[in-house]
Every structure is written in structure tokens, then in C-alpha cells.
């Protein structure tokens, strides 16, 4: 019965830590941006500030990586960012396109050098 017990508290703590706190701020953000101007200068500052985070992500996890992918070369890394971006670009402005592209120069790279 201990197992059952464990399973549902670690469910109860995903949903509660993970999933909850998530949501609320995703609702608020619903309910608070019905009747805003999409092309309104407070918009624009955010679409500005999710962009420079995102690019900070991106730029750490190249430049400065842990784990595994800190084994490989920066000319890799580089390699496939320059990769994600092209093939973003010409498949239609589809992220996914790009990160499939970046993912499978990564693992050929790293394959390659035998990593």
C-alpha cells in the first residue's frame, strides 16, 4: 500500500508544485489580455523581453553548456544553431523544423566524434 501512497503524493506534488501555479498565471494572463491591443506598445515590450530570453537560453546553452552537450565541440554547437536558424527559415518559419535540424547535427556530431 506504501507504493499506491507514494505514486498519488508524487502525482499530488506534480500537480500542485508543477501544474497549478502554471495555469493560474496562464488564466490570469487570459483574462487579463481579452481586450488588449495586440500591436499595443506594452505587447510589443513583451514579444521584445520573451525574445531576449529566449535568445539568453539559447546563447548559454551553446556557449556555455553542462551535461553532455558541454562534451561537445563549440564548433558543433555552432554549427547547429546556424543549421536551426536556416532550417527555420526555409521550412515556413517552423520551429520544430529547426529543432529537428539542430538535434540531428548534434547526435551525427557527436556520433562522428565517436562521443
Given amino acids: 500500500m ?3 501512497d ?10 500542485v508544485v508543477g501544474f497549478l501555479p502554471n495555469e493560474m498565471w496562464r488564466v490570469l494572463g487570459v483574462l487579463l489580455g481579452r481586450g488588449m491591443d495586440e500591436n499595443g506598445a506594452l505587447m510589443r515590450w513583451v514579444r521584445a523581453v520573451a525574445t531576449a530570453l529566449l535568445a539568453a537560453v539559447v546563447a548559454r546553452l551553446v556557449l ?8 561537445l565541440p563549440l564548433a558543433l554547437r555552432l554549427g547547429s544553431l546556424a543549421l536551426a536558424v536556416a532550417a527555420f527559415l526555409l521550412v515556413r518559419r517552423s520551429v520544430l523544423a529547426g529543432v529537428l535540424a539542430a538535434q540531428a547535427l548534434l547526435i551525427g556530431g557527436a556520433w ?4
Fill in 64 to 71: 556555455v553548456p553542462s551535461g553532455d552537450l558541454a562534451k
Fill in 112 to 115: 562522428w566524434l565517436g562521443l
Fill in 2 to 4: 506504501s507504493v499506491v
Fill in 6 to 15: 507514494g505514486e498519488w503524493a508524487a502525482i499530488f506534488i506534480v500537480l
